[in-house]
């Protein structure tokens, strides 16, 4: 993200059925006590660059994102998209909320779509 971009642009909508599909394939890994979050949320923003998947939600359409930071990765996964690119998927939370789906690329490319939950892997943290 350049630093002149701001770090969300604002956005009001339901998640999408990939996007519950991929908080659904983390958490029945990572937390499956926090299934039942996903039908509260609501997407709130999305990244800054308006180019990439990454959405930021919250229990209401009308609230605001929580601040950028702190957060805590609750889990990160990877794997290709359709055009074949390496996306990373993090899930973040903030003051104990589910807050973000970050896309990202361990290879530098520009993502622009997410990678089907089933070719997702978890990346082990130890070899981070």
């Known amino acids: 993200m350049q630093p002149s971009q701001p770090y969300s642009i604002a956005l009001r909508r339901e998640l999408s ?10 958490l029945e890994r990572e937390a499956p006590d926090r299934l039942h979050e996903i039908a509260s949320l609501k997407v709130v923003a999305r990244c800054g660059c308006g180019k990439c998947p990454t959405v930021i939600f ?9 601040p950028a930071r ?34 990202w690329s361990p290879e530098g490319s520009e993502v622009t779509s997410w990678p089907s939950p089933s070719v997702l892997e978890r990346i082990n943290d130890e070899s981070a």
């Open 70 to 103: 702190p957060f805590v990765e609750v889990a990160n996964y990877l794997g290709r998209n359709e055009g074949g690119v390496l996306v990373g998927a993090a899930l973040l939370e903030r003051e104990g909320q589910l807050s973000e789906l970050e896309a």
């Open 17 to 26: 059925l990939q996007e519950k599909a991929l908080l659904r394939h983390i």
């Open 58 to 66: 919250a229990k209401s359409a009308g609230s605001e994102p929580l």
